[in-house]
């Protein structure tokens, strides 16, 4: 099935900008998976005294809307100072383009994902971290869910999260184990073992995880 994609994705595919690794970078990171096809790596170069992002760019290892949604969300970011850009969400990279294919938000997601994680390396580099910000990678439940607000159901591009689609999540954080049901409803088919590999690879990129299980239901 050919998949729609608007002007602007199309132009940020074929063009895109800010495309590049920085040599000496202040900052950078890579999130994503080879498994699922879709990884971006995210460089930064920031003024010490400012702040601002004065240069970034992106390589991109996956399809169209992975490289459109890095190109706009580097754009998006650049001359803004941490904290500003820090405040880029995934929803407003995808509207920058025009919308984007249901089954392709999650690239959305992906790039905004990582550009934080780009932030969050400077800022721990650097000694700007807030105290607690380690916490805050804690293994609990609460962690799980919002990370699991970045799972997105492809059927119609809104998070499991706020799809009410997360029914339970169980937590052992001395075996490093979590336990997620999910109950799917009625998306398609097609759909529901990407769901779940999703909610895998989330997960398990949560710091002290060791196993995932994840049980789907309708």
Request: hydrophobic fraction near 40%; include cysteine; aromatic fraction near 4%.
């Amino acid at each position: 099935m050919a998949l729609k994609y608007t002007k602007k994705v199309l132009e940020y595919f074929l063009h895109p900008k800010n495309m590049g690794e920085i040599e000496g970078a202040d900052a950078e990171a890579t999130e994503g998976s080879p498994a699922c096809g879709d990884m971006v790596s995210v460089y930064l170069k920031v003024n010490p005294k400012t702040h601002v992002i004065e240069d970034i760019k992106f390589k991109s290892y996956g399809c169209a809307s992975n490289i459109a949604t890095a190109s706009i969300i580097t754009e998006m970011a650049k001359g803004k100072k941490l904290e500003e850009a820090k405040k880029i969400e995934w929803n407003a990279a995808a509207d920058e383009l025009g919308g984007l294919p249901s089954v392709k938000m999650h690239c959305s997601v992906l790039a905004a994902k990582t550009l934080m994680a780009a932030i969050r390396d400077y800022e721990q580099k650097h000694g700007l971290a807030k105290a607690g910000a380690e916490g805050e990678t804690e293994l609990t439940s609460e962690n799980v869910m919002n990370e699991l607000m970045g799972v997105i159901n492809p059927d119609i591009g809104i998070n499991i999260v706020r799809l009410k689609m997360v029914k339970n999540v169980e937590v052992d954080g001395k075996a490093g184990a979590v336990k997620v049901e999910i109950s799917l409803g009625n998306t398609d088919e097609m759909f529901t073992e990407n769901i779940k590999e999703e909610v895998e690879e989330h997960v398990k990129a949560l710091k002290g995880v060791k196993k995932v299980e994840v049980s789907v239901s309708k």
